[in-house]
């Protein structure tokens, strides 16, 4: 299984600024894919970083609102950017396990608040 | 696409009990399906999973889950729940020409002393 981290764990963020967090693994992996949870909700996926190419968003999330870089096969940002009180939220990122059937390891997640 | 439904919001089960969490899914062929686990604060930890053959699989920490065809279902079971099962989970479904995971909307299992 993979080791994933994430940075920072949580936050309390104003409205207008951005955020940028952080998701290392401790093996190369060739995807990574960024989730919204927001409270009490079930996992929405924001986007599939892969290395070396424009991440690929899902319906109703754009590059200018969560921008992604994916610089190596290890790391991993989501910003999110201009923020609103709507953007409160649990964002998770998660490894694709070589070869398994789309088994996802998730790292612990990032708790944002907006005030 | 693949898609996921799990019935039941909330269970609250007492400690010893049996605990059963239903998941129905939605898919043209044989999918790739999955129970995570989330304890409050923390991410998501996976269970178990089935990709094909035996039909009823083991997990972690107790659970077993059963994979039927016919009722498109992969029902979460566990004999004997502990307090620290108090915890949200999600079943996902998988598809094997997409490497989406697609959740469900989670399961509160709540456990009563």
């Known amino acids: 299984s993979a080791v994933i981290s994430q940075k920072p764990s949580r936050d309390i963020c104003q409205r207008g600024t951005s955020l940028t967090i952080q998701c290392q693994v401790d093996?190369?992996?060739?995807?990574m894919f960024w989730y919204r949870q927001q409270p009490g909700q079930s996992l929405t996926l924001i986007a599939t970083?892969?290395?070396?190419?424009?991440?690929?968003?899902e319906s109703g999330f754009v590059i200018d609102k969560f921008p992604i870089s994916r610089p190596n096969l290890t790391f991993s940002t989501l910003t999110v950017s201009n923020m609103s009180p709507e953007d409160s939220s649990i964002y998770l990122c998660?490894?694709?396990?070589?070869?398994?059937?789309?088994?996802?390891?998730f790292g612990p997640g990032t708790r944002l608040t907006v005030l | 696409a693949q898609s996921v439904t799990q019935p039941d919001i909330h269970i609250t089960v007492s400690e010893g009990a049996s605990l059963e969490l239903r998941c129905n899914y939605s898919y043209g062929a044989t999918p790739y399906l999955f129970w995570y686990v989330q304890s409050p604060g923390q991410g998501l930890q996976l269970l178990l999973k089935?990709?094909?053959?035996?039909?009823l699989v083991q997990g972690i920490k107790g659970f077993e889950a059963e994979f039927k065809r016919s009722q498109s279902s992969f029902n979460l079971r566990k004999p004997s729940v502990h307090w620290s099962d108090a915890a949200e989970y999600f079943c996902a479904v998988g598809a094997h020409n997409d490497y989406k995971l697609s959740f469900g909307a989670g399961t509160t299992v709540t456990v009563r002393a």
């Open positions: 998660s490894v694709e396990r070589r070869g398994s059937y789309n088994e996802q390891f």
């Open positions: 970083a892969n290395q070396g190419s424009e991440a690929t968003y």
């Open positions: 089935y990709f094909s053959g035996d039909t």
């Open positions: 093996s190369q992996v060739t995807m």
